[in-house]
């Protein structure tokens, strides 16, 4: 049972581009999470999505952001214009349910770096 | 203040100290995590707490929930055991199933 899965490792984007974030749940799990972790700081919840549906986007910034976790396929964190402090590593969870105390399971993590 | 603060900041230590790394939190929480991060590396879920004391290997977690407190043991610390360990709280929220982390502890160990 593959773990999740998070791609590209590593991107790195110009001012002005757009950048997308692919999170691969861990097989059975309908929820996901992203999480952001800027240098030198802690991590901070970004939006938590069930397939299909948003059920909390408000750690995510109201421009330029947005995710998705369509029916078929991987959970989609896109940042659109990206700016120099987008650049952090960006951390998917994944849960196969909410409950008290679920745990969840994180992604090695996609390193965006904007010049 | 931040709702989660973890102590120390940074710890050095020799190789084979018992290494104790403490979090503290100011909101109800239905559940505690404490996780580590390699660097450059994912992250990695230790323990998921609500209540009381879990071992895994050479890692102890203990939590006491009427203080608002929990610890992270390491016994008889190796070189590897050298990353960030960040503690995360899940508010008590039905719906908003929100983690709070802290910032997280950086240890060393020396060999």
């Known amino acids: 049972n593959a773990g999740v899965m998070q791609n590209p490792r590593h991107l790195v984007r110009r001012r002005g581009q757009e950048a997308r974030l692919r999170c691969s749940p861990m097989?059975?799990?309908?929820?996901v999470y992203w999480y952001r972790q800027l240098p030198e700081e802690g991590l901070k919840f970004m939006v938590y999505?069930?397939?299909?549906?948003?059920?909390?986007e408000s750690g995510m910034p109201k421009e330029r952001f947005s995710a998705e976790f369509p029916k078929e396929g991987p959970s989609i964190l896109r940042i659109q214009q990206v700016v120099r402090g987008d650049s952090a590593a960006y951390f998917c969870?994944?849960?196969?349910?909410?409950?008290?105390?679920?745990?969840?399971?994180f992604g090695p993590g996609t390193r965006l770096l904007v010049l | 203040k931040n709702e989660v603060e973890q102590s120390p900041q940074n710890l050095t230590a020799q190789e084979g100290e018992f290494i104790t790394i403490n979090c503290s939190y100011s909101?109800?929480?239905?559940?505690l995590h404490w996780l580590q991060q390699h660097p450059g590396g994912g992250i990695v879920s230790l323990f998921m707490?609500?209540?009381g004391k879990k071992k895994h290997g050479r890692l102890i977690a203990t939590i006491n929930i009427q203080e608002k407190h929990s610890s992270l043991h390491i016994t008889a610390s190796h070189p590897r055991d050298s990353a960030v360990y960040i503690c995360?709280?899940?508010?008590?929220?039905?719906?908003?199933?929100?983690?709070?982390f802290g910032k997280g502890t950086r240890l060393h160990i020396l060999p």
């Open positions: 995360a709280v899940r508010r008590s929220m039905n719906r908003d199933d929100k983690i709070i």
């Open positions: 707490l609500s209540s």
């Open positions: 097989k059975g799990h309908s929820h």
């Open positions: 999505l069930q397939k299909e549906n948003i059920i909390d």
């Open positions: 909101v109800g929480i239905s559940a």
């Open positions: 969870a994944s849960s196969p349910l909410v409950g008290v105390g679920e745990t969840q399971y």
